[in-house]
């Protein structure tokens, strides 16, 4: 573990630059423990990659979380989507309904439950006023269909049967947010960019020697950080601690009226399904699922023993800069297609302009994992996003740094560096599958439902 006293480390290498990368750089860069410390973000491609998790048209801003920490934790970051952060169009603040459907039966009681802590934790711990948007209520319950065909009323379409809007959350532009990021980390004028990807770390007794490039370049750092995302369990042993699933999104086109029309309603997200719709930008649309994902087995040698012989499968994505033609699978398809149809029936026949996986590095619980590793010294992970890290970006980064140096900065910092740590047992299977809420089908494996259709056009896409 790092020391708070004058200098923390010489160097550090951070791999990876999205939303825990770039964090954890700006955070470095600007505290005063890192002044002397020279800081390297490593990236595999130009900066944004496509294929990146954190790179999409639009990403849920909410507190609306089961679990009170990430509900507080939220509140510190929403100071900074709602200032400069969030200008420029990089932060709506149009309202999220969180709604579950009881003619959606799978996972009904779990996400009935999921709900209603999330309305009492926004509720108790942000002081949310419980009321009508037109009675300046913050949080408004919804006790019936027709109160929530009410709040979003220019979808037109059975939208669920109970749940409640939080009028405080909101959207963000995903790029945008991260381009804004990288802009801050710039200005620093403190951390150096380099593009190249990883072909392996080099082991050592206890420690990590270097990183090799596939240019053949080795880096040397007293630090190094993953935060490579659904990628890191190519790169060290992650078996049973987190995976990399694929989940689904699909986008339309819509003309100038749709966009204003449906620009008026919050973020429709039902808890049940895990299916949801956030307000257009630019005049499209975006249907997608939290759910269980895709798993993509993959058969890689030993990241640890890479000259042993020894091979492992992992999950690892495979993303339209693998495949062109990639599209999302005829399952995830239907699911949006469904959604869209019940949501907003007069698109429900508009064909998609473009599908994309996007990939989580999910944890059996759906906690991050910040951590140091248990076998090398001077290896730290910061991953494990669970597809909810990305509205954290302006804050993270602090938490980060906490962690390095041992620090818990307040009782939060405690009590979310509990949930971060390395597992003291790793999950019973090698894949894991988060167990917080999700919709769809727990098991699905990529190839399989990809292989279910005759050929890749068949998701409409035009």
């Known amino acids: 573990m790092l020391s708070s006293s004058e200098q923390a480390t010489s160097s550090v290498l951070i791999v990876g630059s999205g939303v825990f990368g770039l964090g954890t750089a700006h955070a470095l860069a600007t505290r005063d423990e890192f002044r002397h410390t020279k800081i390297t973000v490593l990236e595999r491609v130009d900066f944004p990659a496509p294929d990146g998790s954190s790179i999409d048209s639009s990403r849920i801003i909410r507190p609306d979380y089961a679990d009170g920490a990430y509900t507080s934790f939220m509140a510190e970051a929403h100071k900074y989507w709602r200032g400069d952060f969030g200008a420029d169009g990089r932060y709506t603040e149009a309202g999220l309904c969180i709604v579950t459907d009881e003619g ?3 996972g009904k009681g779990e996400a009935s439950d999921y709900m209603l802590k999330a309305m009492e934790n926004v509720k108790s711990r942000l002081g949310l006023k419980v009321g009508r948007r037109e009675d ?3 949080v408004e319950p919804l006790v019936s269909a027709a109160d929530i065909s009410r709040v979003m009323a220019t979808m037109e379409g059975d939208c669920g049967t109970k749940g409640y809007v939080n009028w405080t959350s909101g959207w963000a532009d995903a790029e945008a947010g991260v381009r804004h990021m990288r802009k801050l980390v710039e200005r620093t004028e403190r951390v150096d960019f380099k593009t190249s990807e990883v072909r392996r770390l080099e082991f050592g007794d206890g420690k990590i020697e270097s990183v090799e490039l596939t240019s053949g370049e080795h880096l040397k750092a007293d630090l190094v950080v993953l935060a490579t995302g659904a990628w890191t369990p190519k790169l060290v042993d992650l078996r049973g601690v987190c995976s990399a699933s694929g989940h689904v999104l699909a986008y339309l086109d819509l003309s100038e009226d749709e966009q204003d029309r449906l620009g008026r309603n919050p973020t429709l997200l039902c808890e049940n399904s895990g299916m949801f ?4 930008r630019g005049r499209q649309l975006k249907v997608a699922r939290h759910g269980y994902g895709y798993a993509n087995p993959t058969v890689i040698p030993h990241p640890e023993r890479p ?3 020894e091979t492992i499968t992992v999950s690892l994505p495979r993303t339209k800069m693998d495949d062109e033609n990639l599209n999302i699978p005829p399952e995830g398809d239907r699911a949006c297609r469904a959604f869209l149809k019940k949501s907003i029936p007069y ?5 998609w302009t473009h599908t994309r996986i996007c990939w989580y590095t999910d944890t059996p619980t759906g906690n991050w994992l910040i951590d140091y590793h248990p076998a090398y010294s001077n290896l730290f992970l910061a ?4 597809g909810h890290g990305y509205k954290f970006l302006p804050v993270i980064g602090d938490r980060i740094a906490d ?3 041992g620090q818990d900065g307040d009782a939060l910092g405690a009590e979310l560096r509990q949930k971060w740590r390395w597992p003291v047992q790793k999950h019973k299977s090698d894949h894991v599958w988060t167990d917080d809420w999700r919709g769809g089908k727990k098991g699905m494996i990529l190839d399989v439902e990809l292989g279910r259709s005759s050929s890749l056009s068949s998701n409409g896409v035009r």
Do not use: F, N
């Not at 719709?277 to 257009?280: F, N, R, S, T, V």
């Open 104 to 106: 959606d039966g799978a």
């Open 347 to 351: 698109l429900a026949d508009r064909p």
């Open 136 to 138: 300046r209520g913050q």
């Open 307 to 309: 000259d042993s012989g």
């Open 383 to 386: 991953t494990g996003g669970s």
């Open 277 to 280: 719709i956030i307000q257009p």
């Open 403 to 405: 962690v390095m140096l």
